[in-house]
Nanobody
Framework: QVQLVESGGGLVQAGDSLRLSCAAS????????MGWFRQAPGKEREFVAA????????YYQDSVKGRFTISRDNAKNTVYLQMNSLKPEDTAVYYC????????????????WGQGTQVTVSS
């Protein structure tokens, strides 16, 4: 089992940057693909980005391509989401998840989930 704790959210202005972190417990972190999802008020949760077990492969939702970067440090059991050029429509609770593969996670499925961190982007 994997426990996930997100951090790094906050209130920023449009155009600013934030880096989210997700710390995982357990010794099996490197055996999971990792992903970030988000849920805006009144909307369903949506996939944002995913990274493969080794960190070699990544996959992004079209709306964040070129602005967000997902990465992981298996030595630190941590996955990151660097968010640049933030827009008001990026406002949401961001969740970290562990799953089987980046393709499965892109369909919205994860095996373990964190509690989420709020990101608010003002215009």
């Amino acid at each position: 089992q994997v426990q996930l704790v997100e951090s790094g959210g906050g209130l920023v202005q449009a155009g600013d940057s934030l880096r989210l972190s997700c710390a995982a417990s357990g010794r099996t972190f490197s055996s999971y693909s990792m992903g970030w999802f988000r849920q805006a008020p009144g909307k369903e949760r949506e996939f944002v980005a995913a990274v493969s077990r080794s960190g070699e492969y990544t996959y992004y939702q079209d709306s964040v391509k070129g602005r967000f970067t997902i990465s992981r440090d298996n030595a630190k059991n941590t996955v990151y989401l660097q968010m640049n050029s933030l827009k008001p429509e990026d406002t949401a609770v961001y969740y970290c998840a562990a799953g089987n593969s980046i393709v499965v996670m892109a369909s919205g499925k994860g095996d373990y989930w964190g509690q989420g961190t709020q990101v608010t982007v003002s215009s």
